[in-house]
């Protein structure tokens, strides 16, 4: 899928994003089949002409829940920020393709408090779904476990 930034940004803001929520232990969002049912929802979006985001509210066994997202967006930019998508980074004009990123925020995570990371442009887009989990569920496990030293 490719979108100009317009495109997205009206997407965004209408009806053209799907989503889905779980409350989940962080062991249990880790599990090979809770991240394959995430990613399929996301590619599943992009097959019906959609924009997808597949939250997880991580309940962590010290302090709050961790905020770990899946989200399509045309650079590494929280959904939520979308407005960020201003001529500096991206121009007007030209459709660029529609990324699955990997989105963990809690305070807890680094000094910012918000990692983002690609986990598939358009063309890995294209590879089987235990590729994108097997590449998913490491970059998961690492930022929990950050999160979890930090509070230790």
């Not at 590879?127 to 690492?142: I, M």
């Amino acid at each position: 899928m490719k979108l100009t930034v317009d495109d997205y940004l009206k997407m965004v803001t209408g009806d053209k994003v799907q989503t889905e929520d779980a409350d989940k232990t962080a062991s249990q969002t880790q599990q090979k089949k809770v991240l394959t049912a995430a990613v399929e929802f996301m590619l599943d979006q992009f097959d019906k002409g959609y924009l997808g985001q597949y939250r997880f509210n991580v309940r962590m066994r010290k302090g709050d829940p961790v905020s770990f997202r899946l989200e399509s967006n045309l650079i590494n930019v929280p959904m939520d920020e979308a407005e960020r998508l201003d001529p500096k980074l991206l121009d007007k004009g030209p459709a660029y393709p529609v990324n699955l990123y990997m989105v963990v925020e809690s305070d807890d995570v680094n000094k910012s408090g918000l990692r983002i990371d690609e986990l598939a442009n358009e063309t890995d887009q294209a590879q089987a779904v235990s590729t994108l989990v097997a590449k998913l569920q490491p970059w998961l496990a690492d930022h929990l476990a950050a999160v979890m030293e930090a509070r230790a």
